[in-house]
């Protein structure tokens, strides 16, 4: 539970320490019940007229006061809504003083006092001002600021026919020799008042009534509505209330809008740029409005009485709020085609370049191999952008991404009208077109102006980066059976990996061949994976002899897999390596290997000939990844009731000259273990003297390209092998010579002091259970070993 769950929690029977709300808001509540009771209570026009006057001036004070204490994202609609609540109130106020709260005396004596309509009407057309600067979005081009207005307008019309149905318009009628600001008061406040409320429930960026403030302002709204509806009815008599409760509700609307001001919610009122989600769903918004729409029409219909300016204004009414209605539903429509239209373009192109994607260039592709012309070729150039993660680690995704959306500008350019960019995701784009009568050669020419377009260097943000793609072409003529969209783009995807294979930066077209070979290597995937759960993996072991004494003795053995595949009998490693590693399927092959071994071993060790014997065992560069490789090796030797030194750990030196720090860090764990390692093939590698003195290593296997230069005297390979094993034992590392097939090979390594071998010359790998004859062959005196030094655990292998 988190701490301030824990403070918030009551416990049974504890006082309640629930923050209360600030000194200020007390004090703003206080003098809002007392202004409020004082109205409603004592009946002294005196009494009355000092405290809405003081309301006036309190209710501007407090907005400006939480203006500045909570500080929204705008001001000004606070502070204009602070001047019409003040006005409201000084209407009020003027009203209270000519005693014109109670029905009219004959000859409609209050519209000759138009002093509270020349401050009441500016009040409630501030206040629409002031919610109409609230809601509305800062962004000029936001259609929902034009939707709040003209729903607003729309309710303040349909109020103006509900009001002039009713009473008002009966009023002017009987009052036609008034002055003109009562009777326009008269016919504005209503729909003023309605306009102010259909703004604050439906204009914000959150439902009001979630917040305190916009509950405060809901109720000021819906206060201010009603507050005119009783003073018109009261005025013309058609109901009888005493004149405290108006100029109660008065104060109580006035001292609601402004104490909205000082509920820190009132920043989230005035948060702007959000999507409006307040009150109903857009679609039951237009509905209501479309219905509101008819209320002045149905007015007019069934209430024609000739009352002076009735008609007229009715009508004129209905014409206002059908054309609003119209208005409004047309905007709608619009909205939701342009919604459409988006949606539709959204499913058929990417987001990030604003190319077509993979289902917009099916389309495209299904469309041409149907209708195009017979003597035409469909052309598809598939193009993926050679290193692109290495922008990406580089320079970050903000680069990479302004790199992808600089390709494609590029491709569009240098593909012409006639074909089609798409996106296929990544770093892929695709390139489809009819190239007429032109054939593959006019497919080729298009393909090589596009990478030349790609070679130019990319501007990202200050850096400049050179990109280069490798391309894949598939090519269909309209018409064919054969071809389809997903099979072109899948062979052009086939013919771009070839391209990459072939180093790059190159264009490769497809073949039937490549088709057979990808599904001869998916045919060798899915059988590897039925391999590891049939068994079907086999150990050969190659002995590992010590020439340094001018005697051949078996010291270690290295573990080789072999696949016995039931359909092609066994299958050397390099026909089946690359697979699994693309897979992943060469972890789990790995620790097979490894447990198979070293149970191999433990038997071997346990008899006189394989008494000392160690087994060297190859690990992948993605097994190095592997977080469980350790355990898996400490258990492997645990299960066989073997010593650390007896397993050597072979990896290859491009494994680890990849990345040096984490190579090296990954030997000192295995040292920690207490295994052996041995650096495989080495000498291949362009930094192998650099980095060697920095891998703690036990053995470097000479690779046996240059161990086959030893054949013919006097070679440069001689000297190769000389300085490798000069450099080795400098750092006390023991020397392995690989490949080695004659006895001249022998001779010379002997004379340059190599003190561990293998090769067909002493004996071809084994299964294992020929492992301890071929042993036993070599080493007549096995019980000699004269590099090992370490009690008969002898130097690892592999």
Not at 14 to 39: F, I, K, M, T
Not at 132 to 156: F, K, Q
Not at 758 to 765: I, T, V
Not at 773 to 784: E, F, M, Q, T
Request: proline share 6%.
């Amino acid at each position: 539970m988190a701490p301030q769950e824990l403070r918030s929690r009551k416990r049974p029977g504890a006082p309640d320490r629930r923050r209360r709300p600030p000194a200020q808001a007390r004090v703003y509540a206080l003098v809002s019940a007392l202004a409020v009771g004082l109205l409603a209570l004592d009946h002294r026009r005196g009494t009355d007229v000092t405290v809405l006057a003081l309301v006036a001036l309190v209710a501007p004070v407090s907005i400006v006061v939480g203006l500045r204490r909570h500080r929204p994202a705008s001001s000004i609609p606070w502070l204009v809504l602070a001047l019409g609540a003040g006005l409201l109130a000084g209407g009020g106020a003027v009203r209270t003083a000519h005693s014109a709260w109670g029905a009219l005396p004959a000859g409609a004596d209050h519209l000759r006092l138009p002093a509270e309509h020349a401050v009441f009407v500016p009040g409630a057309l501030l206040l629409v001002l002031g919610a109409a600067l609230l809601v509305c979005s800062p962004r000029r081009r936001d259609r929902r600021n034009v939707d709040n207005l003209i729903e607003a307008t729309l309710a303040g019309t349909v109020a103006f026919s509900i009001g002039w149905a009713f009473w008002a318009g009966a009023d002017v009628g009987r009052a036609s020799g008034a002055p003109w600001l009562g009777r326009l008061g008269l016919a504005l406040t209503f729909p003023l008042a309605v306009s102010f409320a259909a703004l604050v429930c439906a204009g914000f960026s959150r439902p009001p009534w979630r917040m305190a403030a916009g509950r405060r302002l809901l109720i000021g709204a819906a206060g201010l509505a009603a507050f005119v509806v009783l003073v018109q009815l009261t005025g013309t008599g058609r109901l009888a209330l005493a004149p405290a409760w108006l100029e109660a509700g008065l104060a109580l609307v006035v001292l609601a809008i402004a104490g909205a001001a000082l509920h820190p919610t009132m920043r989230q009122l005035s948060r702007p740029g959000r999507p409006s989600v307040a009150g109903a769903p857009p679609r039951v918004r237009v509905a209501i409005t479309m219905a509101a729409a008819v209320v002045p029409i149905v007015i007019v219909l069934a209430r024609p009485e000739p009352a002076t300016g009735r008609p007229v204004a009715l009508s004129v009414a209905a014409i206002v709020t059908v054309v609003l209605g119209a208005w409004r539903a047309a905007r709608a429509l619009k909205l939701r085609s342009g919604t459409d239209d988006r949606l539709a373009h959204a499913v058929t192109h990417d987001p990030l370049t604003g190319l077509a994607n993979r289902a917009r260039l099916c389309d495209w592709l299904g469309e041409a191999l149907q209708y195009a012309r017979p003597d035409s070729t469909l052309g598809v150039i598939l193009l993926d952008i050679d290193r692109f993660k290495l922008v990406n680690d580089t320079h970050g995704y903000a680069h990479g991404d302004l790199l992808l959306i600089e390709v494609a500008r590029r491709l569009e350019a240098g593909a012409g009208d006639r074909a089609l960019v798409a996106r296929l995701g990544g770093d892929e784009f695709v390139v489809a077109l009819t190239d007429g009568a032109g054939g593959t050669v006019g497919v080729r020419r298009a393909a090589e102006r596009l990478l030349a377009r790609l070679e130019a260097p990319y501007s990202l943000y200050a850096t400049e980066v050179l990109a280069t793609a490798s391309v894949g072409v598939a090519l269909a003529s309209p018409g064919d059976p054969m071809s389809d969209p997903e099979s072109l783009i899948r062979d052009a995807d086939t013919a771009m990996y070839q391209a990459k294979a072939a180093g790059r930066d190159t264009i490769t077209f497809f073949d039937a061949s490549m088709r057979d070979r990808i599904a001869d290597r998916l045919a060798l995937e899915h059988d590897l994976r039925l391999a590891i759960e049939r068994d079907e993996f086999r150990l050969f072991f190659q002995p590992i002899v010590s020439i340094g004494a001018g005697t051949s003795a078996v010291v270690g053995l290295e573990a080789l897999l072999r696949w016995d595949r039931p359909t092609r009998g066994l299958v050397p490693p390099s026909l089946f390596v690359a697979v699994a590693e693309e897979s992943g399927l060469i972890v789990e092959i790995g620790e097979w290997v490894v447990r198979e071994a070293c149970r191999q071993l433990a038997g071997w060790r346990r008899t006189p000939a394989g008494e000392g014997l160690f087994v060297s065992v190859n690990v992948s560069a993605l097994q190095l990844k592997n977080a469980s490789l350790l355990s898996k090796l400490r258990g492997a030797l645990s299960d066989g009731g073997l010593e650390p030194g007896s397993l050597c750990i072979e990896l290859a030196e491009s494994v680890l000259t990849a990345n040096p720090a984490e190579g090296a860090a990954f030997l000192v764990r295995l040292k920690e273990l207490g295994v052996k390692v041995a650096i495989d093939d080495f000498g291949t590698g362009y930094s192998s003297l650099a980095y060697l003195k920095q891998f703690p290593v036990d053995y470097v296997k000479i690779d046996h390209s240059f161990v086959a230069g030893l054949a013919v005297p006097d070679t440069t390979d001689e000297t190769l092998v000389a300085a490798v094993v000069a450099m080795a034992q400098s750092l006390d590392v023991i020397t392995i010579a690989e490949g080695v097939e004659d006895e001249l090979q022998d001779q010379t390594l002997r004379e340059l002091d190599v003190e561990l071998a293998q090769g067909f010359l002493y004996s071809r790998p084994v299964p294992a259970e020929r492992v301890l004859d071929a042993v036993s062959a070599l080493s007549p005196r096995h019980g000699l070993r004269l590099v090992t030094g370490d009690g008969g655990g002898g130097p690892p292998g592999r």
